[in-house]
């Protein structure tokens, strides 16, 4: 089995997408509130800042920060994650799921980016508020209500009418 290198800065921040193993699935966004409450449940219980995060029907994307006397964000992950599934009913799950002590909800491994520098945090922020768009959910970045864009707009951090829906080109961070 391979043996992943991880970057485990403590105080670090991060860039995450987590997917369900049905790419088909529209599981998050009909479990919403599930989800949420495992999302609380694991930052009571793991400490971390939300800088963005945009929760589509099969995957998520999210940045966080992690205190700084800690770097453990794949225990976060494995909270939340068995945390949501949990509250779910069983599904078919072949052997090597059985043994993992795995429901065969999401993927096993997720993708992890750290963030380099405030370019680098705003070119992520930007793909993960506009994701819905790309994914055709929604036309405007706002009409998709899973999402903080709506709070960055509120903080004015962002226009209401941001990205309109021309789309943006350039670089994103994924």
């Known amino acids: ?25 529209h599981l998050l966004i009909e479990q919403v509130a599930l989800l949420r409450q495992a999302y609380g449940l694991t930052h009571h219980a793991r400490p971390f800042q939300t800088l963005a995060i945009c929760i589509l029907p099969d995957h998520l994307h ?38 993992k002590r795995e429901k065969g909800i999401w993927q096993r491994r997720y993708w992890e980016h ?3 520098n405030e370019t680098d945090l705003q070119r992520h922020v930007d793909y993960i508020h506009y994701n819905p768009v790309k994914h055709g959910l929604v036309e405007q970045v706002a009409d998709w209500p899973y999402s903080s864009f709506n709070r960055y ?8 009418d941001w990205a309109g829906n021309a789309g943006l080109s350039g670089s994103f961070g994924e």
Do not use: C, H
């Not at 992943?4 to 699935?25: C, E, H, K, N």
């Not at 992690?66 to 509250?87: C, E, G, V």
């Open 62 to 99: 999210a940045i966080w920060t992690l205190p700084n006397d800690d770097a453990d964000f794949a225990a976060r992950w494995s909270l939340l994650k068995s945390t949501f599934s949990r509250q779910l009913p069983a599904v078919p799950r072949n052997a090597s799921q059985v043994r």
């Open 153 to 160: 707009v509120e903080k004015g951090l962002l226009a209401q």
């Open 114 to 116: 750290q963030i380099r």
């Open 1 to 25: 089995m391979s043996n992943y290198r991880r970057s485990l800065v403590p105080g670090g921040t991060w860039f995450f997408t987590v997917t369900l193993a049905d790419r088909q699935s």
